[in-house]
């Protein structure tokens, strides 16, 4: 018989050691080439978390909890240490000591923060301090709404100012994201008022339609760039990067919307 917390771990490992993975390629590609110390360290992290990724996937739903507590701990201490390091760049970034790097600073707090969300969760499961639904419907959105609109930023910024249709495409959703973001906002400081089923019920639907939206557009982004169609200095790995993190967010709405009409829940997709 499975356990939800093995299933759920082992979810969050897989998808979050592939995007820490791929934060350290970025990173790394972003550094000066006299930067060989934060290359070698960004060159660490993508072959620890490559190694973790594996490793997730040699488990099954049918593992021993205590075996996945250990692994989760495991985790949390790579994850930890590459939120050091990402905090470290960020800092030599804004106090100008890496000029003519490539990385944004916003970039740089984005990927420290998806950091800092895997390691939570991983104290989460093995605490079994989870949120209740009603606290995790508004908190998961208030983040990964934010993370989508960083997103936008991110690709309006990196497309080559040519390609002006899309630019403001990415400056549109940017704009409708930080709105979404605020009204979440505005929703998490009402509570626990706010936490009526109707109100999240509509708050999520909102947002997913939105979602659906976005991720759709980077999908077409990811296509073209892979086909070498517009013109930009959007890595592919990055575009299919932001493409993923939009389906995942998906997913996570998928299932509070299954809650809040109380619709079965296959326990393999058990999140809150």
């Not at 820490?20 to 960004?42: P, V, W, Y």
């Not at 976005?214 to 169609?229: G, P, S």
């Not at 493409?243 to 998906?250: D, I, N, P």
Request: negative net charge.
């Amino acid at each position: 018989m499975s356990d939800p917390f093995v299933v759920r771990s082992l979810e969050e490992t897989r998808f979050w050691s592939r995007i820490m993975k791929e934060h350290s390629l970025f990173l790394r590609l972003g550094f000066r080439c006299e930067d060989t110390q934060l290359i070698n360290e960004a060159s660490q992290f993508q072959a620890i978390f490559e190694e973790i990724e594996r490793k997730a996937y040699t488990f099954t739903a049918d593992t021993d909890p205590q075996t996945i507590r250990a692994f989760n701990v495991e985790v949390h201490t790579a994850v930890s240490h590459i939120w050091v390091f990402k905090r470290k760049v960020l800092g030599l970034i804004l106090q100008c000591k890496l000029p003519g790097q490539n990385n944004f600073p916003l970039l740089v707090d984005h990927v420290s923060r998806e950091a800092n969300y895997f390691r939570n969760r991983l104290e989460e499961l093995n605490n079994g301090t989870l949120e209740p639904l009603h606290d995790a419907i508004i908190d998961e959105n208030v983040f990964f709404l934010r993370i989508m609109a960083d997103h936008a930023k991110f690709i309006s910024h990196l497309l080559d100012p040519s390609e002006r249709k899309l630019v403001e495409k990415a400056r549109e959703f940017s704009h409708d994201f930080d709105t979404l973001m605020f009204q979440a906002i505005d929703l998490s400081s009402m509570r626990p008022q706010s936490q009526t089923v109707p109100l999240l019920s509509q708050f999520v639907d909102e947002n997913k339609v939105s979602v659906e939206s976005l991720r759709d557009f980077k999908k077409t982004a990811r296509d073209l760039i892979a086909e070498c169609r517009i013109k930009s200095i959007i890595h592919p790995l990055l575009a299919d990067h932001v493409y993923r993190e939009a389906e995942h967010f998906l997913f996570i709405l998928d299932m509070f919307e299954k809650s809040l009409t109380g619709a079965k829940i296959n326990k393999r997709e058990i999140l809150f």
